[in-house]
């Protein structure tokens, strides 16, 4: 069996006979059924459109949907998959929410080593959230830790989650509360998943009225996540102010977290747990030069650390500085200013702690684009030739960066794999963007249950991972991302792909010129393909297959105290 079909087999199997609805766990060839973080598999998530279950299943053109924050309006579609999503015409905060599910495969022979779906009665995702389930593995003395984002206790088929408070009552101009009720809120939810197999949730305050896009979890025992908030009128920093409780405008962007790994999301969060790294971020380069909203400009999306630095990227909001940042211990940049780059990877050496969070600054890093994504066009009021969403080190002066091509019509020459080279003189410089086999890709005759979606079309890459092989290349493994004539293009089938670079080449010459990207897996009608994850040789978990939890605390207690594994 190729490795698209091994793989839309499993996750055929997970959605049969109701199977979104519940935690399932299948084995195929395993020697041990409860080791899913196998070393040499690739781990891809994905969801799937559930139009049968929850509330969009009596979705009809009519229904009231989120409008603004006094004023509901009426759908345009019912809850055909093909065209449900040109509700977002009328209603910019327009989701569903579906299962997430975790397939394990052999890269090199597309054998589907395990699959899972995660439990919906805890998270689920977004479907048309394009920038949602980015995965991350983590790894500590217990073994590897898969870590991503979902909803806490949303359910499948619920609406405009990914718009809806974090927490209930907090933002009473969010037009998601308006249209629902104060209590219609999820905590954006940090999860890990175990070389057991097991799942352990971290729920957070943050990224109301947005979503938490990844997390990953730091070399110091710290979760780290990027998301976006703010989807009322809050038009000043501090609660004190803007009337959210908690503040949407501070706890967004780039977050420090503490572990709490409980069995359920639904564990109380303790005061204080998380703390967002400069908090009052704004540059003044909004739309003709205005500020955009408070929390909008660290509007991140793509996070990684390397050598002991954390680097994210902002690549959508239209507003602020499209490029790739990192932290740094120096005094924040004054409001209205844009941070000054770094020096490369060097300076960018600090993981902040929940305590030191807000005295952190976040820095462009050195040679990434500083101009204002609306600046490129003469109207001022769209723009950006650079989409950057995620990263992957090569090493300390080899950096992977993929580029969604959904900027300006400038962002055709960057829509790809960029590949950055340091220099000597601490500046990072673009070498080349690969796109072979890639870009302008198009899928037509995508049929399913709902009838045929339109044609999809190639036109970069979102999610990313890599090894790097013994030969002198890297393997690298991205989703794809896509234009159709559909109303949310988050909702498109997309693709995995793969591709194979020299690490040490600098121009797109020879050898290289040559390489192309090849399907690990899609299109699959109905199913979108979010994150991507390596899982490389390590120590696993050294009691594997032992439980030795405590019950008495609401805490999974295999995890220590709730703060630490």
Do not use: C
């Not at 998301?227 to 609660?239: H, L, P, R």
């Not at 500085?321 to 940049?333: D, E, L």
């Not at 979606?453 to 790097?468: A, E, H, K």
């Amino acid at each position: 069996m190729n490795v698209r079909s091994s793989i839309a087999s499993a996750i055929s199997l997970l959605v049969g006979s109701g199977a979104a609805a519940a935690f399932v766990h299948v084995s195929t060839a395993v020697a041990d059924d409860s080791f899913f973080l196998r070393p040499g598999s690739l781990i891809i998530s994905s969801s799937n459109y559930e139009g049968g279950i929850g509330a969009v299943a009596s979705l009809v053109v009519g229904t009231p949907l989120a409008n603004t924050n006094t004023a509901t309006i009426a759908a345009v579609s019912d809850n055909n998959y093909v065209t449900v999503w040109n509700n977002d015409t009328v209603d910019a905060s327009f989701g569903v929410t579906s299962p997430i599910f975790l397939t394990a495969v052999d890269p090199n022979s597309g054998r589907v080593l395990n699959r899972l779906s995660v439990p919906t009665s805890q998270v689920v995702t977004s479907f048309s959230s394009k920038s949602e389930l980015a995965l991350h593995l983590g790894h500590d003395e217990r073994g590897n830790h898969l870590v991503f984002v979902g909803y806490a206790n949303a359910g499948v088929g619920a609406l405009d989650v990914s718009n809806s408070d974090a927490v209930a009552g907090q933002d009473p101009t969010n037009p998601v509360s308006f249209a629902f009720g104060s209590d219609y809120a999820f905590h954006r939810t940090i999860v890990s998943l175990d070389d057991d197999a097991r799942f352990s949730y971290t729920p957070t305050i943050n990224y109301g009225g947005n979503n938490g896009r990844a997390a990953l979890l730091g070399s110091n025992g710290l979760y780290y996540t990027v998301g976006n908030a703010n989807n009322g009128n809050a038009a000043t920093f501090g609660s004190a102010s803007n009337d959210t409780t908690p503040d949407v405008t501070e706890t967004t962007g780039l977050e420090a977290v503490n572990q709490i790994n409980a069995r359920s999301p639904t564990v109380t969060i303790p005061s204080g747990n998380s703390a967002e790294v400069n908090p009052l971020l704004q540059f003044g380069l909004g739309k003709k030069g205005a500020d955009d909203k408070p929390g909008k400009d660290d509007n991140f999306r793509g996070i990684t650390e390397f050598n002991g630095a954390l680097y994210f990227t902002k690549g959508s909001g239209s507003n602020g500085v499209q490029t790739v940042y990192t932290v740094v211990n120096t005094p924040q940049s004054p409001a209205g200013f844009v941070p000054a780059p770094n020096t490369g990877p060097a300076a960018g050496n600090v993981l902040p702690t929940v305590a030191n969070a807000g005295q952190q600054a976040v820095v462009i890093l050195n040679g990434f684009p500083t101009d204002s994504a609306r600046a490129s066009l003469a109207d001022g009021t769209s723009g950006g030739d650079f989409t950057p969403f995620a990263m992957f080190f090569a090493n300390d002066h080899t950096l992977y960066v993929t580029d969604e091509g959904t900027g300006n019509s400038a962002d055709a020459a960057h829509a790809g794999l960029e590949k950055w080279i340091l220099g000597s003189n601490g500046t990072w410089t673009l070498a080349y963007t690969l796109t072979g086999g890639l870009i302008g890709k198009v899928d037509s005759n995508l049929v399913g249950f709902d009838g045929p979606y339109p044609d999809v079309t190639t036109i970069g890459l979102r999610n990313l991972t890599g090894l790097v092989n013994r030969d002198g290349t890297v393997t690298l493994w991205a989703a794809t991302s896509t234009n159709s004539t559909s109303g949310d293009t988050g909702a498109d089938p997309n693709r995995v792909v793969e591709i194979t670079d020299e690490v040490a080449a600098t121009t797109l010459t020879g050898k290289v010129a040559k390489e192309t990207f090849r399907t690990i897996e899609g299109p699959t009608y109905g199913t979108v393909y979010r994150g991507v994850a390596y899982v490389v040789a390590g120590d696993q978990d050294r009691d594997h297959g032992h439980d030795d939890h405590g019950h008495d605390n609401g805490h999974d207690d295999d995890y220590g105290n709730g703060h630490g594994w």
